[in-house]
């Protein structure tokens, strides 16, 4: 047992030593590992620190050198600055210079015209007391004062001026109007070409053909009660003559007169005329003529392709069908007028529609019944303001015969335009103005000294004046052509333009016998 005890205590013994001695040997071995790993630490450590030297010593290198040129840069360029400066400096002393050499010059300069003007005084007053003692002489010599010779100089320069102050505004005058008459020609003559139109001239009174002579009897009926009734009922007299188998329907207005003569043709179609069926069938036409008037102004306004128009402004254009001006039909004249100022308008750069309006409605004022003392003009204006027309259409229906001002650039078109269409060879019927006017113009230039005869030629378009040669010269022919025509655009209307011609010629006879 006790051997066994001391085994164990003996192992124990030697696994102590063995274990001691293995921790001794390897405690030596982690201090060698140790001073190796610091070692290898301490090595790497001055490697890293050499290399952190080198390359801060390169990047101060660097930074050194870029240093030195930004500074040399510097350098530079403040040297160059002050070299300008310098020089700048160098030119500013020169100016000053050169402005004190010419302030002398110019102290001299007007030191020398002093004394020169103190000459030039005494000079002047020399001359002005001989200029006074010529005058007296003057005076003496012509009998005149010095007032009396200026006034007379004055009225000699005043006449001379004023005439050729009038030969000058003549060519100011002539050289405005060649341009724009060579214009206003163009557009003329361009819509005058575009637009055909057709010439017609109504009359006041129809012609009714008959099947029989024995119609006219049961028109005019028992003691004349037929003719009488139908007179009554529709305003239109009938005139029988011995003309065969025609009667004659006369009447002003052709709205009545067309009513006569439908109803008529109804009458003598049905038979029974009498009293009673006169009124029945005047009243039935009446009615039916009112329907083609309305369709008359629907199918205008729908040709001319305007849109918004009033209906009661297209029932007077449906009017106007039935109605005429000096001859020519007024629906025709004012669709021939709408076409006119729509060309022009297009020609003009204008609005075209709003002309094409204003055309078309120029005279609507000759439609009503109601008003017969306002001038068309201004009716059509009335109607066309009330309807709710544009102001420029408005303006230019009441300024087409200058009763009112233009205001816009339509309404000269509308009123030349409507000379155009009413000017037409054969459109109208002769002016019952003509003569009084030729007179007039006559007398008008007759009513000048100097002028001798006047003959106006050419249906008025020539007004020639023979002017005597004692006592007149051709600046005076030239001033009373010129006068004359401003005159005549004044105080007279004429269709188209009136040209003036002044004659002066000088003849002198012999007779050798």
């Not at 209906?311 to 039909?329: A, D, K, T, W």
């Not at 054969?426 to 007179?439: F, L, M």
Request: charged share 35%; glycine share 6%.
């Amino acid at each position: 047992m006790n051997s066994i005890l001391f085994i164990l205590i003996g192992l124990i013994v030697g696994v102590g030593v063995g274990y001691m001695l293995f921790v001794a040997a390897r405690k030596k071995q982690l201090e060698s590992e140790k001073s190796r790993i610091l070692e290898e630490a301490k090595m790497q450590g001055e490697n890293l620190k050499k290399d952190r030297i080198l390359e801060a010593k390169e990047k101060y290198m660097q930074l050194r050198s870029e240093y030195e040129k930004e500074t040399n840069k510097r350098s530079q360029e403040l040297s160059n600055a002050e070299n300008r400066l310098k020089q700048k400096e160098q030119s500013l002393d020169d100016k000053i210079r050169n402005l004190k050499q010419k302030e002398d010059e110019t102290i001299q300069k007007g030191q020398r015209l002093d004394a020169q003007m103190e000459t030039y005084k005494k000079r002047e007053q020399e001359l002005s007391e001989m200029r006074d003692q010529q005058l007296k002489q003057l005076e003496t010599v012509a009998g005149l004062s010095q007032e009396e010779a200026k006034d007379k100089m004055m009225e000699a320069i005043k006449a001379k001026t004023h005439s050729e102050g009038m030969t000058l505004a003549k060519t100011i005058v002539e050289e405005a109007k060649l341009g724009a008459t060579r214009e206003a020609k163009r557009i003329v003559l361009q819509t005058i070409q575009r637009t055909a139109a057709e010439l017609a001239i109504d009359n006041t009174v129809t012609a009714f053909p008959l099947e029989s002579d024995d119609v006219k009897g049961r028109i005019i009926g028992r003691e004349g009660r037929n003719i009488k009734a139908f007179e009554a009922a529709t305003g239109v007299e009938i005139l029988i003559d011995d003309t065969p188998e025609t009667i004659v329907l006369s009447c002003y207005d052709p709205i009545r007169r067309e009513v006569a003569r439908v109803s008529l043709e109804r009458l003598i179609r049905d038979g029974r005329i009498h009293p009673a069926r006169i009124e029945e069938v005047v009243e039935k036409t009446k009615k039916q003529i009112e329907e083609e008037v309305i369709e008359w102004g629907e199918r205008t306004v729908v040709d001319l392709g305007i849109t918004g128009l009033h209906p009661e402004l297209i029932r007077y254009v449906g009017r106007m069908r039935f109605r005429s001006s000096y001859g020519q039909n007024l629906l025709k004249h004012s669709r021939e007028v709408a076409r006119l100022c729509a060309t022009m308008a297009a020609e003009m750069g204008l609005n075209v529609k709003l002309a094409k309006r204003a055309g078309l409605l120029h005279d609507i004022g000759k439609c009503p019944d109601n008003d017969e003392e306002t001038p068309h003009a201004l009716l059509g204006l009335k109607l066309c303001e009330k309807y709710g027309e544009h102001p420029e259409v408005c303006n230019a229906v009441g300024a087409h015969h200058d009763e009112i001002e233009m205001t816009s650039l339509l309404s000269p078109v509308v009123q030349a335009c409507d000379a155009i269409s009413g000017s037409r060879p054969g459109a109208r019927r002769g002016d019952e103005q003509y003569v009084e006017r030729i007179k007039e113009m006559e007398n008008m230039a007759l009513s000048y000294p100097g002028v001798e005869k006047a003959f106006a030629i050419q249906a008025g378009r020539e007004l020639r004046i023979i002017m005597g040669a004692e006592g007149t010269n051709d600046d005076q022919a030239d001033n009373l052509a010129f006068e004359l025509s401003n005159r005549i655009m004044t105080e007279m209307r004429y269709p188209g333009q009136v040209k003036i011609t002044v004659i002066r010629e000088k003849r002198s006879v012999g007779v050798a016998k």
